[in-house]
Antibody
Framework: EVQLVQSGPEVRKPGESLKISCKGSGYFFSNHWIAWVRQMPGKGLEWMAIIYPSDSDTRYRPSFQGQVTISADKSTSSTYLQWSSLRASDTAIYYCARLLYFDSSDSKFGAFDVWGQGTLVTVSS | DIQMTQSPSTLSASVGDRVTITCRAS??????LAWYQQKTGEAPKLLIYDASNLERGVPPRFSGTGSGTEFTLTISSLQPDDFVTYYCQQYKSFSGTFGQGTKVEIK
């Protein structure tokens, strides 16, 4: 079974750092782009960044550039999303999701066909 | 960024009803559109990609049509599990924007 399994919920204070993870199984992990998608409380969906685990090629949505860091470890079939200094506005559920495809020559990508279960991040003093 | 507008925001219907959700793009996106279903407390699930292709394992009561700027998701006969929220997403442009969602509730 193809699946993405994410790390558990996190509670942090503003200014603290955090790294959450997503582990793939049931398919050749390195050959599929993976995205991180944010869902703020009661709101819709926004993708933040994508990575190709085979060579760690990354792309960021402009509004998230410099705010988060995406990384991958193909040896453990895992991708990560990290913050160096959290804000209260980072409180959200974060999903990892597999892209059907991504054409790096024109930054064209397809739908998200497999999703992790989500990681709730709460940032509060 | 390409803006995606779904209508209605909330839809009231009964089991067995045929319902249609509309998604409009602020500019042409050809057929670069997906539909997702999200149950409360769960991750989104891909239903339709490239505007009309049914994802493997999705029941055939779900169908998608449209091209350019106007798209529809139709559920031919609502089942109890279908009373949840639906999102469209364009992937014509790098922004990959989602619609704001349509909640289908029991009348």
């Amino acid at each position: 079974e193809v699946q993405l399994v994410q790390s558990g919920p996190e509670v942090r204070k503003p200014g603290e750092s955090l790294k959450i993870s997503c582990k793939g199984s049931g398919y050749f992990f390195s050959n599929h782009w993976i995205a991180w998608v944010r869902q703020m409380p009661g709101k819709g969906l926004e993708w933040m960044a994508i990575i190709y685990p085979s060579d760690s090629d990354t792309r960021y949505r402009p509004s998230f550039q410099g705010q988060v860091t995406i990384s991958a470890d193909k040896s453990t079939s895992s991708t990560y999303l990290q913050w160096s200094s959290l804000r209260a506005s980072d409180t959200a559920i974060y999903y990892c999701a597999r892209l059907l495809y991504f054409d790096s020559s024109d930054s064209k990508f397809g739908a998200f066909d497999v999703w992790g279960q989500g990681t709730l991040v709460t940032v509060s003093s | 960024d390409i803006q995606m507008t779904q209508s209605p925001s909330t839809l009231s219907a009964s089991v067995g009803d045929r319902v249609t959700i509309t998604c409009r793009a602020s500019q042409s996106i050809s057929t670069w559109l997906a539909w997702y279903q999200q149950k409360t407390g769960e991750a989104p699930k891909l239903l339709i990609y490239d505007a009309s292709n049914l994802e493997r394992g999705v029941p055939p009561r779900f169908s998608g049509t449209g091209s350019g700027t106007e798209f529809t998701l139709t559920i031919s006969s609502l089942q109890p599990d279908d009373f949840v929220t639906y999102y469209c997403q364009q992937y014509k442009s790098f922004s990959g924007t989602f619609g704001q969602g349509t909640k289908v509730e029991i009348k």
